[in-house]
């Protein structure tokens, strides 16, 4: 098993950024890839980044492009999403997840934390 606890939601102004933390612990010993969704008010649940285990490799979805960096440190067992120039639209819950099959579908990953509140502002 392996547990994930995200961090550093919050509410901001349209425009400021902010770094959202997953921490992982249990069983992490495992090369496990890590994602980023978020579930806006009254939508489905969405992709938004992916980092593969050894962080050699990035995807994200469109809308985030140039705006969101997803890294990782292993050592501490963490994942990052570093989030600029935040709007309006990216207000909803973000959660992190774990699969050991790449992938940006919500079905590959097996682990999901209970997620994080971001509301921007305008």
């Known amino acids: 098993q392996v547990q994930l606890v995200e961090s550093g939601g919050g509410l901001v102004q349209a425009g400021d950024s902010l770094r959202l933390s997953c921490a992982a612990s249990g069983r992490t010993s495992g090369s496990y890839h890590m994602g980023w969704f978020r579930r806006a008010p009254g939508k489905e649940r969405e992709f938004v980044s992916a980092i593969t285990w050894s962080g050699s490799s990035t995807s994200y979805a469109d809308s985030v492009k140039g705006r969101f960096t997803i890294s990782r440190d292993n050592a501490k067992n963490t994942v990052y999403l570093q989030m600029n120039s935040l709007s309006p639209e990216d207000t909803a819950v973000y959660y992190c997840?774990?699969?050991?099959?790449?992938?940006?579908?919500?079905?590959?990953?097996?682990?999901w934390g209970q997620g994080t509140q971001v509301t921007v502002s305008s």
């Open positions: 997840a774990a699969t050991t099959n790449w992938g940006t579908r919500e079905y590959a990953y097996r682990y």
